[in-house]
């Protein structure tokens, strides 16, 4: 099986969520621009239809905060199977939902750097969590 584009697995990600809340995309388009985020319903449909190749990060969030779903749930799809990480490589969707999440490094990333760039937050909930076992 070969695995969709990031992008297209967003697209495919909104139209469920936009249909989910029974929006059309006028309305999506419409909830987007009270965010800040220009989209009329011909953006939200060239997104849908494939049309549109692109989305820019502001515009991802301000998705994921109209939609209610968390980022990692918009472009990792719900399945389990492969996901493209970059054009050159895929991994499978549980790992890339642990990476997105900053909870483990991709396979062959150095593990010591990855856990190094961690919010302080962060670390205190995983010290309580332990503490807590």
Excluded: C, Y
């Amino acid at each position: 099986m070969i695995p969709d584009d990031p992008v297209q697995v967003v697209s495919r990600r909104v139209r469920e969520l936009r249909r989910r809340k029974g929006w059309t995309a006028a309305q999506l388009g419409d909830a987007l621009t009270r965010q800040g985020v220009r989209w009329d319903r011909f953006t939200v449909s060239n997104l849908e239809n494939g049309k549109r190749q692109n989305v820019t990060l502001t515009e991802l969030l301000a998705l994921g905060a109209v939609l209610d779903v968390g980022l990692v749930h918009l472009f990792v799809p719900l399945s389990d199977g492969p996901v493209k990480v970059t054009p050159e490589r895929v991994e499978d969707a549980d790992t890339v939902r642990a990476w997105v999440r900053g909870e483990e490094p991709l396979p062959g990333m150095d593990e010591r750097i990855f856990m190094t760039e961690v919010a302080t937050a962060d670390l205190v909930a995983a010290r309580q969590a332990r503490r807590s076992e």
